[in-house]
């Protein structure tokens, strides 16, 4: 799959070598190409993901060498997300040590966080922001951890959600990663001639759609469950009842509790950890239509007073996490 992907994307960046030649009344018929290769963005994310979990992908050497080339493409160091994915998030899932949380409303008011309340999906988003930021977070995310590592390192950076510290070797090994990362989309403008309109259709629009459809499911895995002391993905992470077709292209990764449950068994299985947790764990078990899942996004807004309350950033709201009250519910 990573492979026929990687393809795509070649086979895309090749034809747009040309659109120089293309009279301009038939640009349009790019656009196809640059949604599918937003597509296969995606999918090289998530199939890193799993492989660096040691889902798929058992020999080390290999595991890196297409981990490096498929991360590339989202501006991600594999040793970066391991050290903040792997190690952090999926063990302190939502917690007040968690990386890839929402921020504390009472969290200095820094950049990082007037970003997310100013293109996070919530209650008082701007529509024009939102956009803007659904094509950009992700790389905001990325910029966040790599400078708070390489620049500082410490446990005080305010700027994350939650720092995360590395040793100085890993903090070393993050560095040339970059380095060959920068190196890779140069290596990429560079076949596309550096012509704007190249760059405009077959970089740019594609990496917008790719980041944008990551952070769709980013932002449904956690972002409406409420902080917890225990790490129990039954109440802090979100599985979603999306179509199939996108559960066959992007390795089953709305199925998120159960990944967060057995983050290194085969995303193939995880239909059957889902039949389980229905039949045993009804009541606590957060299967949310995509549809709903947003609307609940769009209705809330997005910081932590405390544990199950959620407020925006000048503190004037005060709603409980809509996973928190669909448990109860669910209980009643």
């Not at 493409?73 to 970066?80: D, E, G, K």
């Not at 410490?154 to 959600?161: G, Q, S």
């Amino acid at each position: 799959m990573l492979a026929i992907n990687f393809l795509i994307l070649g086979l895309g960046w090749a034809i747009a070598r040309d659109l120089d030649r293309w009279s301009i009344e038939w640009l349009w018929l790019y656009l196809p190409l640059s949604l599918v290769m937003g597509n296969s963005i995606i999918i090289c994310l998530f199939a890193a993901h799993d492989s660096m979990h040691g889902s798929t992908i058992k020999q080390p050497a290999l595991r890196y060498l297409t981990s490096c080339l498929a991360l590339a493409l989202l501006w991600m160091p594999p040793t970066l997300w391991k050290s903040v994915h792997n190690h952090k998030h999926h063990t302190e899932t939502n917690a007040i040590g968690d990386p890839d949380r929402m921020y504390l409303v009472g969290q200095n008011d820094t950049w990082g966080k007037w970003i997310q309340n100013l293109f996070v999906p919530s209650s008082g988003v701007n529509w024009a922001f939102l956009i803007l930021g659904m094509a950009t977070s992700w790389v905001v995310h990325t910029f966040r951890h790599i400078t708070a590592i390489l620049i500082f390192n410490r446990d005080d950076v305010d700027y994350v959600p939650a720092p995360v510290v590395v040793s100085s070797r890993k903090r070393q090994t993050i560095a040339i990663e970059l380095v060959a990362i920068c190196i890779i989309h140069l290596s990429i403008l560079a076949i596309l001639k550096f012509n704007p309109l190249a760059i405009l259709l077959a970089y740019i629009l594609p990496l917008g759609i790719g980041y944008a459809g990551v952070m769709f499911y980013i932002y449904t895995n956690h972002f409406l469950c409420p902080m917890t002391d225990i790490n129990d993905p039954l109440v802090n992470s979100v599985s979603l009842k999306m179509p199939k077709i996108f559960d066959l292209l992007h390795f089953n990764f709305s199925y998120h509790t159960e990944h967060h449950l057995f983050p290194s068994i085969n995303s193939d299985y995880y239909p059957l950890v889902q039949e389980l947790l229905q039949t045993h764990y009804p009541e606590s078990y957060n299967l949310i239509p995509v549809g709903k899942a947003w609307q609940l996004l769009m209705q809330t807004p997005r910081h932590y007073r405390d544990e199950i309350t959620l407020t925006d950033s000048l503190d004037r709201e005060s709603v409980i996490c809509p996973c928190a009250v669909i448990c109860l519910e669910t209980r009643l």
